[in-house]
């Protein structure tokens, strides 16, 4: 592969400083700024403008992937994973370095403008090394926010089963989102240990903010409810909405054997009777 | 109404649910689709996009909203490559599964919606159609 031309290096290295300021004031023109520090936006341009030239300077061309560019890469990993945690997307992460692109090549233009052949062939060379450098970025961008993706779901199926004590003896588990088997699988475990725990005579699950409920949820919600009749504990379901209520007859799904309730309410009121706390007349 | 009346989404694994449920829901709450409607189609759709997944091996879910006559609908398509059904009178009785299911999938997914249609041939695949109409 052809490699940068020495009279390039000069030329960037002559030019450095308005590079620099080209270069990040492209990328505040884009957007890609966002919640980042004037100073640290310009330590990293300058950082990483520096880091290029040393390699480039090495001769040790183009692949990006050889040890020479361990350094480069490294950097690239640190920006994507900072920009991740700043809330930016994978396009904004990796313009870091496209928005290099236009100052270069401005550059190139008067530095070889008698030598078409040359600036051809050089800015080839810097927009290919600059294309894989920002693919570079991408794709660790994603890593990072997978790694981010996984770590949340993991957060969010613990967080996503708090069983609560209503009153003694009366339980409530507020189901939110999707119940996926994985899900369902916590939520059940968490509450029937929190029965044996507390000593709980009635507990309550609510799937108000449960957007759909199919077959899977259906048999998830029976096999739950089937194993607390089992502990000796008994189970009302709130949260049935009119559309879910029509829904599930239309489904033919048979919850006769569940209590159901349309709202939390309602059925810690029907939990309190059974246990035979006074409400008062009132009510 | 968006500019698109028609696509695909692919229904490959357990989250392809999720996001095929989700896309029906905003299909249908784009038409002006009443909420107990909204809610039968969606059901009816976590149904059959399951059954591709689970049985049939994986496919995709082609979307399409209906405009004719003065009326709006949704159509979707579940569509797969996988084993196709062998006794279909059997798939259509109600509580009859094959697996751990409760059997109730497709005949409660075809009485959440307007029209049902299936077509399937084992060893080649099966194709279920539905709509639902405002
Ligand atoms: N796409 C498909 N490809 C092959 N077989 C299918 C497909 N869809 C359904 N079937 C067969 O039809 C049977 C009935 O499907 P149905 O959805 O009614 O019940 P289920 O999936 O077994 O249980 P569930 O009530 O949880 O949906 C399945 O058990 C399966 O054998
Ligand atoms: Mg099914």
Known sequence: MASLHGSTLEAIKHNHAQLLVQWVAALEANGATRNIKEQTLSQETRDFLQLLIDVLQADSGNDIVSSDWDEARRFLERLSASRAQLGHDSHQAAYFIFALKRPLFSLLQTHFSDDPARLAEQLWLISELLDTLGMHTIRTFQKTREAVIKRQQEELLELSTPVVKLWDGVLALPLIGTLDSQRSQTVMESLLQRIVDTGSEIAI??????????????????????????????????????????????????????????????????????????????? | MSGEHSGSLPVRIEQDVVLARQLARKLASDCGMRLVDLTKLVTAVSELARNTVVYGGGGDMDWQVLEEAGRTGVRLLFRDEGPGIADLKLALTDGWTSGNGLGLGLTGARRLVDEFELDTVPGEGTRVTITRWI
């Open chain 1, 205 to 283: 699950i609510d799937i108000t903010g449960v957007p759909t409920v199919d077959t899977l949820v259906a048999q998830h919600l029976l096999k739950t409810v089937t194993a607390i009749r089992l502990m000796g504990a008994d189970c009302i379901i709130s949260g049935v909405r009119p559309q879910i209520a029509q829904t599930i007859v239309h489904l033919g799904l048979d919850l006769g054997t569940l209590t159901t309730k349309a709202n939390l309410a309602d059925a810690l009121k029907l939990a309190l009777k059974r246990l035979g706390v006074n409400l008062g007349e009132q009510v």
